[in-house]
């Protein structure tokens, strides 16, 4: 069973810069993924697996000077945008042979900078935390004041902002 419960933040003004610049990364990642089989599709190729993404959209970009800024945030939530595009593809491709249930869906888009709802993913293995005075700990943020209207009854496998 799956849980999702809904949080207030009240970042600092600092914290709020560095979680604008995750969403810009992460938005960034999912479009070159996006272009990435957009491209292969137009050129009849097979589309890139998830691994050769990571490595091209990711690693190798962060290494070039014109995305070097891509290392400023947490790799777990780049990773995560790469994990949005291809459950995006699979919801799309599964539309289309009628194997998803429910309306059917449409390809991936690119996403706006100008779209208020941009999100990043946490996982586990990002180590983010809830510290003793009920704060949330981000990589690469900082802790991160929340307004808790109810307990949790575990602890979440993952923190979406």
């Known amino acids: 069973m799956q849980l999702r419960y809904a949080f207030r933040l009240d970042p600092a003004p600092g914290q709020r810069v560095a979680l ?16 990435a089989r957009e491209r292969a599709r137009r050129e009849g190729a097979a589309f890139p697996s998830a691994g050769m993404l990571s490595k091209t959209l990711i690693t190798e970009a962060k290494q070039r000077p014109e995305r070097q800024w891509l290392s400023e945030v947490s790799a777990v939530i780049l ?25 059917r869906v449409g390809a ?30 981000l990589p690469k943020i900082g802790e991160v004041k929340v307004r808790w209207s109810r307990r949790l009854p575990s602890l979440p496998s993952s923190v979406t902002v």
């Open 79 to 103: 990773q995560q945008a790469l994990r949005d595009v291809e459950h995006a593809y699979t919801n799309f491709f599964s539309s289309l042979k009628g194997s998803r249930p429910g309306a």
């Open 20 to 35: 604008a610049r995750a969403f810009g990364c992460a938005r960034v990642v999912y479009n070159d993924a996006v272009a």
């Open 108 to 137: 991936p888009r690119f996403r706006s900078k100008r779209d208020a709802r941009q999100a990043i993913r946490f996982t586990a293995n990002a180590r983010w935390k809830i510290t003793e005075a009920g704060r949330l700990l």
